[in-house]
């Protein structure tokens, strides 16, 4: 059984750095096709793609936020982290980390719970 | 890619048949995916490949179109439906999300 779990801090100053943590369960990411993406999405507004990660350590990133956002793998095999820099009150939002069939890239068909961020000093 | 969906919000009655529609600034080809999303929690993939119903989706939900044009009908409306959703492409390197269509009773 699939399943993502993202973990961090719920609350970040403007300016600082936040990390957040994507647990994985049930598959891989060391299997061929398999990546895992994350998509973040302000209260009350739309879902927006951040970053993804594959198998073979090919990373895409949003253009808009790539100058800020990094996607890797954690130190543990089922981990995969998202550092996002340089933190704004305009990067509130609900985090969610979500996984990629393997050979059919580019949608997500298992999402984790999500992870609340404010941004606040 | 920019990815525009339309209405931002459809009232409709249980029973009902809808379409919502998703349009892409440029061709996607059929590479674009439906999901629902129910407040507090995290979307659900409904179609991916403009046509192709995810395991365990309702034969109720079709998705169709191509390049610039895309639809999600919904052929009998049930309560469980109402939520919102999101179409996205993935036809390039860099994803994206529409603005989502509201559904309500």
């Known amino acids: 059984q699939i399943t993502l779990k993202e973990s961090g801090p719920t609350l970040v100053k403007p300016t600082q750095t936040l990390t957040l943590t994507c647990t994985l369960s049930?598959?891989?990411?060391?299997?061929?096709?398999?990546?895992v993406g994350w998509i973040r999405q302000p209260p009350g507004k739309a879902l927006e793609w951040l970053a993804v990660?594959?198998?073979?350590?090919?990373?895409r990133y949003s253009p808009s936020l790539k100058s800020r956002v990094t996607i890797s793998k954690g130190t543990s095999e089922n981990q995969v982290v998202l550092t996002m820099t340089n933190m704004d009150p305009l990067d509130t939002g609900t985090y969610y980390c979500?996984?990629?069939?393997?050979?059919?890239?580019?949608?997500?068909?298992?999402w984790g719970q999500g992870t609340p961020v404010t941004v606040s000093s | 890619i920019q990815m525009t969906q339309s209405p931002a919000t459809l009232s409709a009655s249980v029973g009902d048949r809808v379409t919502l529609t998703c349009r892409a600034s440029?061709?996607?080809?059929?590479?674009l995916a439906w999901y629902q999303q129910k407040p507090g929690k995290a979307p659900k993939l409904l179609i991916y490949?403009?046509?192709t119903l995810e395991s365990g989706v309702p034969l109720r939900f079709r998705g169709s179109g191509s390049g610039t044009e895309f639809a999600l009908t919904i052929s009998s409306l049930q309560p469980d439906d109402f939520a919102t959703y999101y179409c996205?492409?993935?036809?390039?390197?860099?994803?994206?999300f529409g603005q989502g269509t509201k559904l309500e009773i």
């Open positions: 979500a996984h990629t069939k393997p050979a059919d890239p580019g949608y997500f068909d298992y």
């Open positions: 049930g598959f891989s990411l060391n299997t061929v096709g398999v990546g």
């Open positions: 990660i594959y198998w073979d350590d090919v990373t």
């Open positions: 440029q061709s996607v080809d059929k590479w």
């Open positions: 490949k403009a046509s």
């Open positions: 996205q492409q993935y036809h390039t390197d860099v994803y994206t």
